[in-house]
């Protein structure tokens, strides 16, 4: 009867041990704010594809689409809108003929009635953090956009 009662407590122990690795180790999502939104956001794929958002303390915003051979980087400022939903306001806009090296402080062209909506959120877990784009609007002088963007984007935060 004892030991009964002893394989009965293992049993159970060993069902929760099983069924806590078994669950995911999720962080929590962090409604955006200035303070957790500030630094450069990062996410490349091979062959030089990718995206780098850096958002900065005094509200600049840099956005660059990395396309292989070349690059188009977005100026402007950003501002959040809600709790979950950012908007980049472009000002100014350049295509490069490469992915390395890009000179962020001249040759750009005035860009009109262009800006950029995103449902996001900031995801803290496990020592890292990462940052959730969800496209809602794309205008670009004025037009939709919408292909310049994946549906949905997982960048890595790298630093300040």
Same mark, same amino acid.
């Given at each position: 009867?004892?030991?009964?009662?002893?394989?009965?407590?293992?049993?159970?122990?060993?069902?929760?041990?099983?069924?806590?690795?078994?669950?995911?180790?999720?962080?929590?999502? *962090?409604?955006?704010? &200035? %303070?957790?939104?500030?630094?450069?956001? /990062?996410?490349?794929?091979?062959?030089?594809?990718?995206?780098?958002?850096?958002?900065?303390?005094?509200?600049?915003?840099?956005? $660059?689409?990395?396309? =292989?051979?070349?690059?188009?980087? &977005?100026?402007?400022?950003?501002? $959040? !809108? =809600?709790? *979950?939903?950012?908007?980049?306001?472009?000002? +100014?806009?350049?295509?490069? !003929?490469?992915?390395?090296?890009?000179?962020?402080?001249?040759?750009? %062209?005035?860009?009109?009635?262009?800006?950029?909506?995103?449902? /996001?959120?900031?995801? =803290?877990?496990?020592?890292?953090?990462?940052? !959730?784009?969800?496209? %809602?609007?794309? =205008?670009?002088?004025?037009? *939709?956009? !919408?292909?310049?963007? +994946?549906?949905?984007?997982?960048?890595?935060?790298?630093?300040?």
């Amino acid at each position: 009867m004892h030991f009964r009662l002893f394989y009965k407590k293992i049993y159970i122990i060993m069902l929760i041990i099983l069924f806590s690795t078994l669950l995911p180790v999720s962080g929590g999502a *962090d409604d955006v704010n &200035f %303070q957790n939104l500030s630094g450069n956001w /990062t996410l490349l794929y091979g062959n030089d594809y990718g995206y780098s958002f850096r958002f900065y303390k005094n509200y600049r915003a840099i956005v $660059i689409l990395y396309l =292989s051979s070349s690059s188009i980087v &977005f100026r402007g400022v950003y501002n $959040i !809108e =809600s709790s *979950d939903t950012i908007r980049i306001n472009i000002s +100014e806009m350049k295509r490069v !003929e490469s992915v390395k090296n890009i000179d962020l402080k001249g040759g750009f %062209q005035k860009a009109k009635s262009s800006y950029f909506i995103f449902n /996001t959120k900031v995801i =803290s877990g496990g020592g890292k953090r990462n940052l !959730e784009l969800r496209p %809602q609007k794309i =205008s670009i002088d004025g037009n *939709d956009s !919408e292909g310049y963007f +994946e549906p949905y984007i997982k960048l890595n935060y790298s630093g300040r």
